[in-house]
């Protein structure tokens, strides 16, 4: 199948993040490819990627970055695609410098920045499969289908209490 999602990090120790959108992906039936993409130790690499990623059929970039997190600007800048950006947990700063450097985007380069951590990730994955819902009915399906199952879980079980 063709990736429709292009999920790309900074580093391979911000997989533990970043495989949460690729489960949220999976369950919604979106492909995907994931690659390492540091915009600091590979920018020829980030350039030729965010260049190409229309023309290959990717329809929507999560990138996922930590520290100083330039990686999801930096390849917003390269591509008219819709980027979204999740903030990596950091150790020095607990994921708030990675968060601020995403989120303080330049007017005319837009990121859609998530939560810090697995919840963004996981957000960011459900968020490229609505963008990619907006033009193929199956994805669509599946995501209206994950929202449902979501609602009925909580009102088949309204006490916190029960297991």
């Known amino acids: 199948m063709q990736p429709l999602v292009g999920l790309i990090m900074g580093s391979k120790s911000d997989w ?8 949220m992906l999976e369950k919604l039936g979106v492909d995907y490819e994931t690659k390492v993409v540091s915009a600091h130790r590979t920018p020829d690499l980030l350039f030729d990627y965010a260049k190409t990623a229309a023309e290959r059929g990717l329809k929507v970039i999560i990138a996922g970055a930590g520290g100083a997190a330039h990686l999801p600007g930096m390849i917003a ?11 990596v947990q950091s150790k020095a700063l607990n994921g708030l410098d990675s968060l601020l450097s995403i989120v303080q985007m330049p007017g005319g380069i837009a990121v859609g920045t998530l939560a810090i951590g ?6 960011a994955g459900l968020l490229a499969a609505q963008i990619v819902g907006t033009s193929d009915a199956n994805v669509r399906q599946a995501v209206d ?14 006490d916190p209490r029960e297991q």
């Open 145 to 158: 289908e994950f929202r449902s199952t979501q609602t009925q879980t909580i009102l088949d079980n309204p």
């Open 118 to 123: 697995n919840a963004g990730a996981t957000n």
């Open 16 to 23: 533990p993040t970043m495989e949460h959108a690729a489960k």
């Open 77 to 87: 800048s390269q591509t008219s695609l819709p980027v979204l950006g999740v903030p």
